[in-house]
């Protein structure tokens, strides 16, 4: 009965390559939140769609792209990996607008270019 | 702009000794504050949450945290620490200008002494 749910945990790869992330939440969320943690610990907004709908896309190359088929999943495909990709990746999702926004977490995917 | 300030980096203290956390906060209207906390290797837990009322909230864990307006602050503390609490621990206030983005502190590392 896991809430936000991540694949792979862990990712190892060579720089050049394409990869993908997958994101899945059970909690009836319609909005879902791809973040990027740093070797410091900072957390970074990368993308936030809402109902499928892309409605925040920050700073962020454009090698990066996210996929939401339904408001369930949110997916982050990465073309062209750089070593500065190194990093933890975590998806969250949440349900604003209801008094309750509070996001939820996935475990996190620790992603190592080589 | 919202902003979030967690003062210290590191935090160390002896197991059963008590523990409080700081964190102030910039935000133009009435905050939502949060409380999460990061173990090694995990992904973000929420420990408690501020929207309104009673300014002193219980969280998980025997966690509480107090929002001082007056001070900007929504500082975390637990009475007695033990060693399973170890880990990294970020404020957030959230949102901002309906993008339901929370802004994070950089966290507070904490490290439990036998």
């Known amino acids: 009965d896991t809430a936000v749910s991540q694949t792979p945990k862990y990712l190892v790869t060579q720089m050049g390559n394409d990869k993908s992330i997958k994101c899945e939440q059970n909690?009836?969320?319609?909005?879902m939140y791809w973040y990027k943690q740093d070797s410091k610990k900072f957390l970074k907004i990368m993308f936030s769609?809402?109902?499928?709908?892309?409605?925040i896309n920050e700073t962020v190359p454009n090698r990066f792209s996210p996929k939401s088929p339904d408001k369930a999943h949110l997916n982050l495909h990465i073309n062209s990996l750089e070593l500065g990709d190194s990093a933890v990746y975590f998806c969250?999702?949440?349900?604003?607008?209801?008094?309750?926004?509070?996001?939820?977490f996935g475990p996190g995917t620790r992603l190592t270019v080589l | 702009a919202q902003s979030v300030t967690q003062p210290d980096i590191h935090i160390t203290v002896s197991e059963g000794a008590s523990l409080e956390l700081r964190c102030n906060y910039s935000y133009g209207a009435t905050p939502y504050l949060f409380w999460y906390v990061q173990s090694p290797g995990q992904g973000l837990q929420l420990l408690l949450k501020y929207f309104s009322g009673d300014t002193l909230v219980q969280g998980i864990k025997g966690f509480e945290a107090e929002f001082k307006r007056s001070q900007s602050s929504f500082n975390l503390r637990k009475p007695s620490v033990h060693w399973s609490d170890a880990a990294e621990y970020f404020c957030?206030?959230?949102?901002?200008?309906?993008?339901?983005?929370?802004?994070f502190g950089r966290g507070t590392s904490l490290i439990v002494h036998p």
């Open positions: 769609y809402n109902n499928k709908e892309l409605i």
């Open positions: 957030a206030v959230g949102p901002s200008g309906g993008s339901y983005i929370p802004t």
């Open positions: 969250a999702s949440s349900l604003p607008g209801t008094g309750e926004d509070t996001q939820y």
């Open positions: 909690l009836g969320h319609d909005t």
